[in-house]
């Protein structure tokens, strides 16, 4: 009942930035937390940023500093600017949403995911 749709990724060289875009749709309530997770070949999903309602964040160690996670309440959509972008970075990058849909009940979604490659 809620579908998420990222845009954003693509090829990059290391050092580089990119922009990735998650927006929410659907018979959708609130939505507490949104974050992107990211998952590389033969490694676990693990959480890149979170942010909640109210503009809280939490980042993983490694993209701190240069990762920022942001979103717009009024369009359902979050955000993460990526810079300074390594090789390691490179992974399919999820979203998420978790919230209250309109009938009162809560739910939690995950996007298809989008690739970020960053090579030379």
């Known amino acids: 009942q809620v579908q998420l749709v990222e845009s954003g990724g693509g090829l990059v060289q290391p050092g580089g930035s990119l922009r990735l875009s998650c927006a929410a749709s659907?018979?959708?309530?609130?939505?507490?937390?949104m974050g992107w997770h990211r998952q590389a070949p033969g490694k676990q999903r693990e959480l890149v940023a979170a942010i909640t309602s109210g503009g809280t964040t939490n980042y993983a160690d490694s993209v701190k500093g240069r990762f920022t996670i942001s979103r717009d309440n009024a369009k359902n959509t979050v955000y993460l600017q990526m810079n300074s972008l390594k090789v390691e970075d490179t992974a399919v990058y999820h979203c998420?949403?978790?919230?209250?849909?309109?009938?009162?009940?809560?739910?939690?979604?995950w996007g298809r995911g989008t690739q970020v490659t960053v090579s030379s």
């Open positions: 659907g018979s959708i309530f609130s939505i507490n937390a």
């Open positions: 998420n949403a978790g919230g209250v849909l309109t009938n009162g009940r809560g739910f939690e979604s």
